[in-house]
Nanobody, 120 residues
Framework: VQLQASGGGLVQAGGSLRLSCVASGTILSINTMGWYRQAPGKQRELVATITSGGSTNYADSVKGRFTISRDNAKNSVYLQMSSLKPEDTAVYYC???????????????WGQGTLVTVSS
């Protein structure tokens, strides 16, 4: 299974970006999908997650500004980021919890990361 993230870039504070991540390979089912980020010198942190049923969870720092969504038919997850701040600058990683051969066994897969830079 591979996760391919895209959509990062340079944006001014107050601007918007939309990240996309698509999972490919041998996939029986995908449970939770999510976005995490890692800023320079900091640990990776959760940004937002979404279950297969559409339940979402957000870090307090992005609530009201970011929206996570997914397209189960396309094995894809998205992150719409608005009102971006310089402190949102980080490498953003997508993650998926995937059943490959049996729904009793789940594996975590990570995308390669996409850089978001917010200038002040």
């Amino acid at each position: 299974v591979q996760l391919q993230a895209s959509g990062g870039g340079l944006v001014q504070a107050g601007g918007s970006l939309r990240l996309s991540c698509v999972a490919s390979g041998t996939i029986l089912s995908i449970n939770t999908m999510g976005w995490y980020r890692q800023a320079p010198g900091k640990q990776r942190e959760l940004v937002a997650t979404i279950t297969s049923g559409g339940s979402t969870n957000y870090a307090d720092s992005v609530k009201g500004r970011f929206t996570i969504s997914r397209d189960n038919a396309k094995n894809s997850v998205y992150l719409q980021m608005s009102s971006l701040k310089p402190e949102d600058t980080a490498v953003y990683y997508c993650k998926a919890v995937v059943a490959v051969r049996s729904i009793t066994t789940w594996y975590q897969y990570w995308g390669q990361g996409t850089l978001v830079t917010v200038s002040s």
